[in-house]
């Protein structure tokens, strides 16, 4: 089944314990980006990757890190995580190397940092 | 800056009807607009994408319109059901994309 998927799903952690969420999709996508949903503010694109090891800035790309070593995978990186980071994830990938081409995203990960 | 708003309120419709949800941009010069849904919980699910150049666009009971002049969308469910109940979100941008706040249709049997 063609499917983007993160883990984990749900995370509690403390201010400043590194953490790191997954993505991975099996679709051969080129374009991998992260967003974070917050109450009001909408969706909010952290990073994007247009094709491996292409990376770059979104709107809100602070205190967040990313690699894209592989095609598959896009792993979002919290180095030391505040409680302004606590939120609802979504990684994303699509097609091409535009977000012209369909977003297909992954099911979130609800992370709250106390 | 570049600005999206999508209707502030919520929708309440009655099955059957027609919803319009209204997406305005500023500062913006799109090539694209797209049409998400998300359900509570869930990642968004594209529904409609819509270029520049296309006045409008149909799927199944849906209708978008693109307006570069106005710099506005119209997104239509026609024959509304219980089932279209969600949020619907506008999108722009070639590189990096950016999402209006959305708005929630509810639609009562």
């Known amino acids: 089944e063609a499917q983007v998927t993160q883990n984990p799903r749900y995370l509690i952690t403390v201010t400043g314990k590194k953490l790191t969420v997954t993505c991975s999709q099996n679709m051969n996508h080129e374009y991998m980006s992260w967003y974070r949903q917050d109450p009001g503010l909408g969706l909010r694109q952290i990073y994007y990757s247009m094709n491996v090891e292409v990376t770059d800035k979104g709107d809100v790309p602070e205190g967040y890190k990313v690699s894209r070593k592989e095609k598959r995978n896009f792993p979002l990186i919290l180095e030391s995580p505040s409680p302004n980071q606590t939120s609802l994830y979504f990684c994303a990938s699509s097609w091409g190397q535009l977000v012209t081409d369909t977003q297909y995203f992954g099911p979130g990960t609800r992370l709250t940092v106390l | ?109």
């Open chain 2, 1 to 109: 800056s570049q600005k999206i708003e999508q209707n502030s309120e919520a929708l309440n419709i009655q099955e059957g009807k027609t919803a319009t949800l209204t997406c305005n941009y500023t500062n913006y010069s799109p090539a694209y607009l797209q049409w998400y849904r998300q359900d509570p919980g869930r990642g968004p699910v594209f529904l409609l994408l819509i270029r520049e150049n296309e006045k409008e666009k149909r799927k199944e009971r849906l209708k978008v319109t693109f307006d570069t002049t106005l710099k506005q969308s119209l997104f239509h469910i026609t024959a509304s059901q219980p089932a279209d109940s969600a949020t619907y979100l506008c999108a722009l941008g070639d590189y990096k994309l950016s999402f209006g706040a959305g708005t929630t249709v509810t639609v009562r049997a």
